[in-house]
């Protein structure tokens, strides 16, 4: 937890503040018990007019004083709490942008968005919260005994009976309800399951008329989780009466002997009042103090996953003078392999084949058969365990990620956009692009077409996600995004299955024409999309089965027939 | 959504009206409603008399100076304390009770409406929100509810129940009160309605930026391949600077009310103070009056501080309350349709017709598929199909085919009555779908989809899915005609292997294998496959292929898409543009007629 202070640099000033004002408040407020004592115990019976007043104006301005100074440490706490979240908030999104595929593949998604929301708000609360509570509570306890001891000290002995009984019955309850709490965030978890999956899936429940079973499901899971509710609330519920009966039975008992000592005149009314009083502070910081305890622990679990994620680095790591331009788009894997980090098998073994600059390379295997992950080494979203990857005749190792990044354009299989206009998504491949260059990728990706047809042009918005477009579209859009960059090599990664086949020869077709320099590599499931290429590879498990043109490997590689067959002829065999 | 809408969200448009629906619910948890608002009451005032008790205990020591009077009056505050504690504890535990009993029935009731809510409202609405008024919107309307009814009453009771204490006690005295209770006032207002428009911008702000990671985080590896890294950084320092500048007002304000009401309470606490004082010195109260009094202060401020810093979230709550109701509102899809289906496992299955005389007709089950001059359009004025007539028989294989947005998956909504047509009719062995009750006509049917949708269990639980009392043995033939079964024996439990969401840890053409299985599985008399095919690649596609062919034997099959592979076969293929079927016919008569069909499949023949 200590290596997250240094977050709060920026905002250490209020830091400090907080608790000072904070303890300014509480002793101001301290005093006016025991003023109030002094007016009964000296003013009434000194019938002191004079004096009443006075101590009475006092102790008003003293209840100003803390009002401001309260005020003043609410806000310096908000501005460090806050602060210390959006420092650290900021340093994490960093982080995430510098993580591998590698590393994005450890966290998963889910758990980055909870990270950086739920956690750093969490933290950013806790902290505000200790700013405060961990100071008030404490003192106000500590002053409250101390006037209390100061008034009269063998009455507050009772407080050594009381204050442990307390803590102890606090911490009880509450070692009791944390196993409950936590198995009640699993049932919420299981309740909001089903509640995605029928969102998500509805068509299908609906076809196959699942709402009965559905129903029922969803049922058994509410049932549980109000039983759980139930069970976790009632076992916290019993803490404010419990609190409630210990702080009366006190004043009770301080009635009865102090009552006693009032009676043969060793204790004033007044005192006896403000002692009252100072009962319920102090009982009441004891309470702030374990629920501080609580949220706690809370923050130091969010600190913890946060740290994971700050202490993560990518293993993709940048030599000392990179390479900072690429010759030439030509290609070449020499004795490749490749495993997952953490995975035992390997995914590739000993891949070997070449590219010149400007040539069409098409890939080509079963389901399963690691095309992804061998165009994925290109551009170093993952480096290769065994061989190396040279591009433009250097090892990729040796170049900038940046600049190796930029020329080489990858076009992903799951196709995302993102909210915004047109024009931003295609700006990510250049962000100085002019209208007209991106009305230029457009028109290469076959997406003018139906771009064109938009009243806003390039201004149509983009839904998350690009739910707004057809698959089709999608991908189209996504190629003209990745063509943007002007690069030496651009990569397809089954980009065009949702788009048919008249649209995908008009694709192949300007990038023959008008990408002449780039060296494009496309994998595919059609034969059609790469029969053109000038070099084929058919992978299969893992491995390269087979490397030649079309008609080459139509004669020597079994695999490339079938799939050649199977798709010219039909699907029923002749 | 623009800002301003996200502002709204959070403000309730009719607070009297969601409360009053609210409260509904409570009719179904009558006696806990009732006890619990009786014991809350009653410890309530009884901690008011305890207060009160102070002053003759005081009394008695110091004025009477008589110990009977001592204990008598203390033991009442025992008995007073006891009923206190238990009071207490059992009114909050009914109320907590109240509160899980209710949102638990709002959750089921939510459920299953959604369950018949019709696919429309799925399709008009962004899964997001949905999730979230399920999620987030009830779990703060449970902890509202849970302890705002309790601490209103409370605060009810304790002001009202001090107040007649403070007044029966020295009217001087709780003039002064009433005074400072009034500033007091003054500033909550003043605080909260800052306090609230802040909280409100600080919710907004967090939307935005929750948005942005969450966007950001889905699409990381895009961000990587297109460098845009450091824009992303910038984008995102922007929302977190806007977020951390609305969460420190919201915050201040907020956490500003305490020290205020506390130490106005004070300021209140020191005029008692001077005032019983000099009240004391004149003999018109006792100085256990003021130790009372002094309680009483605390008593009267305290409720309504702890029930004004709860306003934001519980005007959030309600907000959120109004946003479950309007759901609960929806219209519902009736299931409407007087022609039933009757299986009959020896004569065959049947329809049952109900005819204007009150007899029935028996028209078989077969699977003949007629559409009449079918136009629909999911927006008015805006015809996504027109025109369409087509004709399909019993085991035939009808392929839709045509560029993307032309319409086929609109077909096949239209089928199973997903959507109703807008003109004309679709006859199922000759009757109007429209007659037919809608979840016979879909237990007919089957659907394996492009999205493929599988459910939390096992893998035979999925398979099942397609018809629940199918066998053990059904399901694993089911899954040998899928070709899935393979794959599922090499799975680390076989069939029992559990999947996770969505079938997670499968991959694309294995939860689409599975998703064939599923539909098989159930028996269908018409089988819609739209791109079902689409992640497998062509090897396997061939091997489910054959297992397909078997399946659709005696069954009618509507087949939607692009592989050549797929439609090839097909007893009639029809060609879709903008929403008309262009050209209809089978693979050669198509070829032949060197038209759209024929351009769709030029790319393989212009290659040759």
């Not at chain 2, 007091?184 to 990671?213: E, H, P, T, W």
């Not at chain 2, 493929?452 to 694993?476: M, P, Q, S, W």
Request: hydrophobic content about 45%.
């Amino acid at each position: 937890m200590k290596t997250l202070l240094p977050y709060m640099k920026k905002y250490w000033i209020y830091a400090v503040l907080s608790p000072i004002l904070m303890i300014l408040e509480v002793l101001a407020d301290i005093i006016i018990p025991y003023l109030m004592s002094r007016i009964v115990d000296i003013g009434i019976v000194n019938h002191d007019i004079d004096f009443i007043v006075r101590t009475g104006i006092i102790m008003i301005i003293s209840a100003l004083l803390a009002m401001a100074f309260g005020i003043m440490s609410a806000h310096a706490g908000a501005r460090a709490g806050y602060g210390f979240a959006a420092e650290i908030r900021e340093d994490v999104f960093k982080k995430v942008q510098s993580f591998s595929f590698a590393n994005l593949d450890t966290f998963t998604v889910s758990s980055l968005i909870t990270r950086l929301t739920n956690d750093c708000n969490t933290l950013g609360q806790v902290t505000m919260m200790s700013l405060r509570m961990a100071i008030r509570a404490p003192f106000l306890m500590l002053f409250g005994l101390i006037m209390a001891f100061k008034i009269n000290s063998s009455l507050a002995r009772v407080f050594m009976i009381t204050i442990p009984l307390t803590v102890f019955s606090m911490i009880a309850i509450l070692k009791k309800a944390r196993p409950l709490f936590r198995s009640m965030q699993t049932r919420i978890d299981k309740v909001n399951a089903v509640i995605q999956e029928n969102l998500i899936g509805i068509r299908v429940v609906k076809s196959f008329n699942r709402q009965d079973y559905e129903e029922k499901k969803f049922k058994r899971r509410n049932d549980s989780l109000r039983d759980v509710a139930l069970n976790a609330i009632s076992t916290i519920i019993f803490l404010m009466p419990m609190l409630n009966l210990i702080i009366y039975s006190t004043i009770i008992a301080v009635l009865w002997f102090g009552g006693q000592q009032v009676r043969i005149g060793t204790m004033g009314n007044g005192e006896l009042i403000s002692f009252i009083t100072y009962i319920t502070q102090i009982m009441m910081s004891l309470m702030m103090i374990s629920m501080f305890f609580m949220q706690l622990l809370r923050g130091i679990a969010s600190g913890g996953r946060i740290l994971e994620v700050l202490g993560t680095e990518s293993e993709i790591k940048e030599i000392e003078n990179p390479v900072k331009n690429l010759n030439n788009g030509s290609i070449a894997f020499n004795h490749v392999s490749f495993k997952y980090p953490g995975s035992r098998e390997y995914t590739l073994k000993d891949i070997n084949f070449h590219v010149e600059s400007g040539e069409m390379l098409g890939i080509i295997g079963s389901t399963g058969s690691s095309k992804s992950t061998l165009v994925q080494l290109i551009p170093r979203l993952y480096d290769v365990t065994e061989g190396a990857v040279i591009v433009g005749g250097k090892d990729v190792k040796e170049y900038d990620i940046k600049v190796l990044r930029d020329q080489v354009a990858f076009v992903l299989q799951k196709n995302t956009l993102f909210s915004g206009t047109l024009r931003d998504n295609m700006k990510w491949g250049n962000e100085n692009a002019t209208d007209e260059e991106i009305i230029k990728a457009l028109k290469q990706a076959q997406a003018w077409e139906f771009v064109s047809k938009y009243e806003d042009g390039l201004d149509h918005w983009v839904e998350q996600g690009g739910n707004n477009f057809s698959g089709g579209q999608k991908q189209r859009l996504c190629i003209a995004r990745a063509l943007i960059k002007s690069p030496k090599i651009i990569i397809l990664d089954d980009s065009t299955s949702a788009v048919d086949m008249t649209t995908d020869a008009k694709i192949q077709k300007t990038f023959k024409e008008e990408l002449k320099d780039v060296t494009k590599i496309v994998i595919a499931q059609r034969i059609s999309s790469i029969k053109n290429a000038d070099r084929i590879i058919v992978m299969h498990e893992g491995q390269i089965e087979s490397i030649g043109d079309h008609e080459t490997l139509i004669n020597i590689s079994p695999i490339y027939r079938e799939i050649y067959e199977s798709q010219e002829k039909g699907v029923v065999g002749e | 959504m623009s800002d301003k809408q996200k502002q709204k969200n959070l403000r309730p448009k009719d607070v009297k009206g969601t409360l009053i629906r609210l409260f509904s619910y409570f009719r179904f948890n009558k006696s806990l409603f009732f006890t619990g608002i009786l014991l809350v009451f009653v410890s309530s005032f009884a901690q008011i008399e305890a207060n009160a008790m102070l002053s003759p205990i005081i009394d008695a020591l110091v004025v009477y100076d008589d110990m009977n009077r001592f204990i008598k009056y203390l033991m009442v505050m025992v008995i007073l304390v006891i009923v206190i504690s238990v009071g207490q504890y059992l009114g909050s535990l009914f109320m907590a009770k109240l509160a899980q009993n209710t949102v638990h029935k709002i959750r089921e009731d939510m459920f299953s409406h959604m369950e018949k809510l019709p696919i429309s409202f799925f399709d008009s609405h962004a899964h997001g929100d949905l999730m979230s008024t399920f999620t987030n919107d009830v779990d703060m309307l449970g902890q509202s509810l849970e302890q705002s009814i309790s601490q209103f009453i409370i605060a009810v009771v304790s002001v009202v129940g001090t107040f007649i204490m403070m007044l029966i006690l020295s009217p001087i005295l709780t003039v002064v009160v009433v005074a400072m209770l009034f500033v007091m006032f003054l500033s909550v207002r003043y605080v909260g309605k800052r306090s609230a428009m802040y909280f409100r911008n600080q919710q907004a702000a967090l939307a935005d930026m929750n948005g942005y990671i969450e966007e950001m985080m889905s699409g990381q590896k895009v961000v990587k391949v297109f460098n845009y890294e450091e824009r992303a950084i910038e984008s995102f320092n922007r929302k977190n600077e806007e977020m951390r500048k609305a969460s420190t007002k919201a915050s201040t304000y907020g956490v500003m009310l305490m020290p205020i009401m506390g130490n106005l309470s004070y300021v209140k606490y020191a005029l008692v103070s001077m005032f019983g004082a000099f009240l004391v010195m004149k003999s018109r109260i006792t100085v256990g009056n003021i130790a009372s009094f002094l309680q009483y202060t605390r008593t009267i401020s305290r409720p309504i501080t702890q029930f004004s810093n709860q306003l934001n979230t519980l005007f959030a709550a309600l907000a959120g309350a109004e946003r479950i109701f309007n759901v609960l509102d929806e219209e519902v899809e009736e299931y409407e349709g007087d022609v039933r289906l009757v299986r009959d496992e020896k004569n065959g299955d049947y329809w049952k017709v109900p005819k204007e005389n009150g007899e029935y007709d028996k028209v078989p089950l077969k699977g003949y598929i007629t559409f009449e001059n079918v136009n629909f359009g999911y927006v008015e004025n805006q015809k996504v199909l027109k025109n369409i007539n087509l004709y399909a028989k019993p085991g035939q294989k009808i392929a839709l085919v045509g560029s993307t947005g032309a319409g086929k998956t609109t077909i096949t909504n239209l089928i199973n009555r997903f959507y109703e047509i807008d003109e004309g009719v679709i006859l199922y062995d000759g009757i109007d779908i429209r007659r037919i009750n809608k979840l016979d006509l879909r237990s007919t049917m089957s659907m394996v989809l492009q999205d493929v949708h599988l459910f939390e269990g096992t893998v035979a639980d999925n398979i099942r899915y397609g018809r629940l009392d199918a066998t053990d043995e059904e399901v694993e033939e089911a899954a040998k005609l899928a070709n899935a079964h393979y794959f599922i024996k090499n799975l680390p439990n076989g069939y029992n292997t559990f999947l996770t969401a969505d079938g997670g840890n499968l991959s694309q053409g294995e939860r689409q294998l599975l998703s064939i299985a599923r539909a098989a599985v159930a028996n269908p008399t018409i089988l819609i496959l739209d791109e079902a095919t689409s992640s497998v690649d062509t090897r396997t596609e061939k091997l489910i292929a054959e297992g397909m062919d078997k399946l659709m034997e005696g069954r009618t099959t509507f087949v939607i898409a692009h592989r050549l592979s797929t439609v090839r076969d097909s007893n009639a293929i029809m060609v879709l543009e903008h929403g008309e079927i262009i050209e209809r016919g089978d693979h050669d008569d198509l070829m032949r007629q060197k038209g759209r069909y024929y351009d769709l499949n030029t790319g393989k023949i212009e290659l040759e």
